[in-house]
């Protein structure tokens, strides 16, 4: 039963409850912020609520009569070309720049919470996922009554778009090692590799501010988006030089982001991955792509409850499955 949309109750059926596993969380309080859109350039605001076990990642669109709710999965992903878009294409519903907060929250080991929003797309705010993760700070994390689960990465799979690769395979804990290269001196090629054990998204990750070049926006601009974009909330290149006046946070911080959206991308999964990610030139395409084809695949992964020790790159147990 590696079904994703049977998870919950394969687990749920094995009874794992000891003090040994991770337990699931979630926020203490509601909490809300406002900024602006991307690409409409329009002030929007959500709220994140807590929410009960085995909810998930969930997004309702509160500006629409019937308040339609997303789950944020890979299979409910309709557009990555700028971004990754939930929604519901026959409807014309979407739900845009999901990436920044959704590493937000998997940097921070949330698994269930309420997200309402009154727009079509997530506030860009300063570009990076810092200002979402400021929000978890501000109302804390509540341990729930139920083990965490993760997907075991059981062997490698590996997908390719346009020359640009990913491929996940067996590891202990969650890693992602990714490449770029760019004709740009200012970023030319940047490799990291970055083991994600407790605290270290919002340690070395989650300041890292998306970027693009001055003739993309101006295209963008000119067919209707990128309305919100500005040297506050993105970092600018104009051929090989920064725009930004104060710099860059990071002398890598292109690589970082992108790692940033990867770990974004990958957490629609529905629960975390355990295993190594390795990435040359990805995108939220190709990222999406690996989902589908690891899931796709029900040799190629389980689901097992997340020890304690995983925490800090330790493999977990075998959950068996029927």
């Known amino acids: 039963m590696n079904n994703i949309s049977d998870l919950s109750s394969a687990f749920a059926q094995t009874g794992v409850s000891d003090d040994d596993y991770v337990r699931q969380r979630t926020l203490k309080s509601s909490i809300g912020c406002a900024g602006v859109g991307?690409?409409?350039?329009?002030?929007?605001?959500?709220?994140?609520?807590?929410?009960?076990?085995?909810?998930?990642?969930?997004?309702?669109?509160?500006?629409?009569?019937?308040?339609?709710?997303?789950?944020?999965?890979?299979?409910?992903?309709?557009?990555?070309?700028?971004?990754?878009?939930?929604?519901?294409?026959?409807?014309?519903?979407?739900?845009?720049?999901?990436?920044?907060?959704?590493?937000?929250?998997?940097?921070?080991?949330?698994?269930?919470?309420?997200?309402?929003?009154?727009?079509?797309?997530?506030?860009?705010?300063?570009?990076?996922?810092?200002?979402?993760n400021f929000l978890i700070d501000c109302v804390g994390i509540e341990e729930q009554n139920a083990p965490r689960q993760v997907i075991e990465v059981l062997k490698p799979v590996e997908v390719e778009y346009n020359g640009c690769t990913a491929r996940v395979e067996p590891g202990h804990g969650f890693e992602i090692d990714f490449e770029i290269d760019f004709a740009s001196k200012a970023i030319a090629n940047q490799r990291m590799n970055v083991k994600f054990d407790d605290g270290v998204f919002v340690a070395n990750i989650s300041r890292a501010r998306t970027f693009g070049f001055l003739h993309e926006v101006e295209a963008m601009r000119s067919a209707g988006l990128a309305r919100g974009g500005s040297l506050d909330n993105a970092v600018v290149l104009s051929g090989d030089e920064v725009m930004n006046e104060e710099g860059l946070r990071y002398e890598d911080e292109f690589v970082r982001h992108k790692i940033l959206d990867a770990l974004g991308d990958l957490y629609t999964a529905g629960l975390q991955l355990q295993g190594k990610v390795t990435a040359y030139k990805s995108g939220h395409?190709?990222?999406?792509?690996?989902?589908?084809?690891?899931?796709?695949?029900?040799?190629?992964?389980?689901?097992?409850?997340?020890?304690?020790?995983?925490?800090?790159?330790v493999a977990a147990p075998v959950l068996a499955t029927a």
């Open 38 to 132: 991307l690409h409409s350039g329009h002030k929007i605001r959500i709220t994140l609520h807590p929410a009960p076990v085995n909810h998930g990642i969930v997004f309702r669109r509160t500006d629409l009569e019937d308040q339609p709710l997303f789950p944020a999965r890979y299979d409910g992903v309709i557009d990555t070309r700028l971004c990754t878009c939930l929604g519901d294409a026959s409807k014309g519903i979407k739900i845009g720049t999901i990436e920044h907060l959704m590493a937000a929250l998997a940097g921070s080991r949330i698994d269930n919470v309420l997200i309402d929003i009154d727009a079509d797309e997530v506030p860009v705010m300063d570009g990076s996922s810092a200002p979402f």
């Open 285 to 313: 395409h190709v990222n999406n792509l690996l989902l589908q084809a690891l899931l796709a695949d029900e040799t190629a992964y389980q689901v097992v409850p997340m020890p304690k020790t995983a925490l800090h790159g």
